[in-house]
């Protein structure tokens, strides 16, 4: 696993997208603190296998 650390900033309203490889750690945080977010998780493997939840 790397320790390679990225970023990505999604604007209130907007949405974004990016792949995560088998054991990345993930890790979301409301920057401005007053913000429900929806988490898609889709397998790129196998697009029938996804999961959805409000952070």
């Not at 890790?27 to 952070?55: K, M, N, S, Y």
Request: hydrophobic share 40%.
């Amino acid at each position: 696993m790397s320790d390679t650390v990225r970023e990505l900033i999604v604007p209130a309203q907007k949405g974004r997208a990016f792949r995560a490889v088998k054991d990345e750690l993930v890790e979301i945080t409301d920057i401005e603190g007053r913000q429900v977010g929806d988490l898609w998780v889709i397998d790129a493997a196998d697009h029938g296998r996804w999961r959805r939840e409000q952070v």
